[in-house]
């Protein structure tokens, strides 16, 4: 009688669990789908001219994505090659050197960073950081210090503590016997962690870059407070850091401000703000994803 109840009690938490799982697919796929429906007046009317196109002047109904594109990769790139580098080495620090004793004080406190509303960031970047970033490009005459590398270097804060966690949950997955043994072969500690801990861990850190990168493209408050929300600024030439000391514009810093509220009206420009939408969707869900798929292969038996 108890076995069946017990059995009777899995069967139901599964179904529950189908059932939530399914829910919450079905809202992605409907969110999709709805993006992709009020979109459609916009790649009518500009094709794939709006994710190329330089220009967004939508008075003379002028759609370009370009700009907006680049700024959300540039900012991203910022704080990814920042955070990356520093969050990758704490990991190795933590569960590699430190002792076990202090490893959960110093990961509790660096996870604490996670917490802080991104506001609280965007205040910050105000306060501190965007007067920094004007006095250090100062030789190069910025108008201010609202820029993309304003808002890349506070990114770089704020995913900092995703790299760093889900880097050492990576290291920390590599088993101790194969550590031990790398040591009775006559290994040094460093010689284990590049020749046995980061191999082994490498798909999980990589997943651990790209999830951090996915938070990087969709944050939008805290950037929208520092990156000095300037449309149509397409660096010229392309490959020049000319356009990290000026201010510009991310896909989410355009739909946090208030266009969104003044393109409801029209159909063709409330449609290519949905276009940003779904473009700026699909990046993050493309690397989410495979970030995921990453960390279930580093985790796989």
Do not use: C
């Not at 076990?100 to 205040?123: D, Q, T």
């Amino acid at each position: 009688m108890a076995m069946e109840h017990r059995r009777g009690r899995v069967s139901l938490i599964k179904a529950a669990s189908w059932a939530f799982t399914l829910l919450a697919a079905g809202a992605v796929v409907a969110m999709v789908g709805l993006f992709v429906w009020q979109s459609r007046p916009v790649w009518r009317h500009a094709g794939w001219g709006f994710l190329s196109g330089r220009e967004w002047f939508y008075r003379q109904e002028i759609f370009g994505a370009a700009p907006m594109i680049y700024g959300t990769l540039v900012v991203a790139a910022v704080a990814l090659g920042l955070a990356a580098p520093i969050g990758i080495g704490a990991a190795l620090f933590t569960s590699e050197f430190l002792p076990r004793r202090l490893r959960i004080p110093v990961k509790v406190s660096l996870e604490l960073l996670a917490g802080v509303p991104s506001v609280v960031y965007g205040l910050l970047g105000i306060l501190l950081l965007r007067g920094w970033v004007y006095d250090l490009l100062e030789p190069w005459e910025p108008l201010s210090g609202d820029t993309l590398l304003t808002a890349g270097l506070l990114l770089a804060v704020m995913i900092l503590p995703t790299v760093m966690t889900l880097t050492e949950d990576a290291l920390r997955g590599v088993p101790a016997a194969q550590r031990l043994a790398a040591r009775g072969l006559g290994l040094t500690a460093t010689e284990v962690v590049l020749r046995v801990s980061l191999p082994q861990a490498a798909p999980g850190i990589l997943a651990a870059v790209l999830l951090s990168l996915g938070r990087a493209l969709g944050e939008m408050i805290a950037v929208f407070l520092v990156v000095g929300r300037q449309d149509n600024q397409w660096p010229s030439p392309l490959l020049t850091l000319r356009p990290l000391t000026e201010a510009g514009q991310t896909l989410a810093s355009k739909l946090g401000g208030a266009e969104t509220n003044i393109a409801y009206g029209d159909p063709l420009h409330w449609s290519a703000m949905v276009g940003l939408a779904l473009v700026l969707l699909a990046l993050v869900t493309s690397l989410t994803l495979l970030g995921a798929r990453l960390r279930r292969s580093d985790h796989a038996p």
